[in-house]
């Protein structure tokens, strides 16, 4: 049972530019989350999709953005890239509140 | 608003040693608490996911304690390996759709 695919692993982007990072939640999973972490920090909340909308946001700017396809793949994009935006992403996947969350592998960003 | 605190920070120990993680939360109305591995710049491994009408959850040489009305946790490693050696962290999940929120986790160091 394969569990949340992110692609790709790693990225190199230059300031300005915009960048789509992709998710495949777990078999039997429907809702997804995405979560910035910086080094030497926890990761932080960007938001959440279920049934294709938006359901939760975090404290990130409009900059950042999402999308969840009727698969409940979902992709998180980032425009105008800045150095902070360097981080690890992550995705994490869920059905319902007890049962948890499965993250990824996470995907590096590195804005130069 | 739900806030993590993990205590201590950072954890040396020599092979062989049990040891106690201790997690805080301020928001005690959660559904459940998951504890993750994270190896340095990999995704989030589940340990254990104790649900609130529970005391406690057991994998192998993991043990981790929910004690909700005081927003405790603690993640006790028997024996300890350095394949231990990670950072690890705990998330409440807090009622309805709240996603995670994490703290900036322990590091643990198991030294051979």
């Known amino acids: 049972d394969a569990g949340v695919t992110q692609s790709p692993t790693h990225l190199i982007k230059t300031r300005g530019q915009q960048v789509t990072l992709r998710c495949s939640p777990k078999?039997?999973?429907?809702?997804v989350s995405w979560y910035q972490q910086a080094l030497g920090q926890g990761p932080q909340f960007i938001f959440q999709?279920?049934?294709?909308?938006?359901?939760q946001r975090g404290n990130f700017p409009d900059r950042f953005s999402g999308h969840q396809f009727p698969n409940y793949s979902s992709e998180l994009n980032v425009n105008a890239l800045l150095l902070g935006d360097s981080a690890l992403y992550l995705c994490?996947?869920?059905?319902?509140?007890?049962?948890?969350?499965?993250f990824g592998s996470g995907t590096r960003l590195t804005v130069v | 608003k739900q806030e993590v605190t993990q205590i201590p920070a950072a954890l040396s120990v020599p092979e062989g040693e049990n040891l106690v993680l201790n997690c805080s939360f301020t928001?005690?109305?959660?559904?459940?608490l998951q504890w993750f591995r994270q190896d340095p710049g990999k995704g989030l491994t589940s340990l254990l996911l104790?649900?609130?009408?529970?005391r406690e959850q057991t994998s192998g040489r993991l043990n981790a304690s929910l004690d909700k009305s005081s927003g405790r946790s603690t993640l006790y490693i028997a024996a300890s390996q350095p394949g231990d050696s990670a950072t690890y962290l705990c998330?409440?999940?807090?009622?309805?759709?709240?996603?995670?929120?994490f703290g900036k986790g322990t590091r643990l160091s198991v030294i051979a």
């Open positions: 998330a409440p999940g807090d009622s309805g759709n709240t996603p995670l929120v």
């Open positions: 994490a996947s869920s059905s319902g509140q007890n049962y948890g969350y499965t």
């Open positions: 928001d005690s109305a959660i559904y459940n």
């Open positions: 999709y279920y049934e294709e909308e938006e359901r």
């Open positions: 078999s039997g999973h429907d809702t």
């Open positions: 104790i649900q609130s009408s529970q």
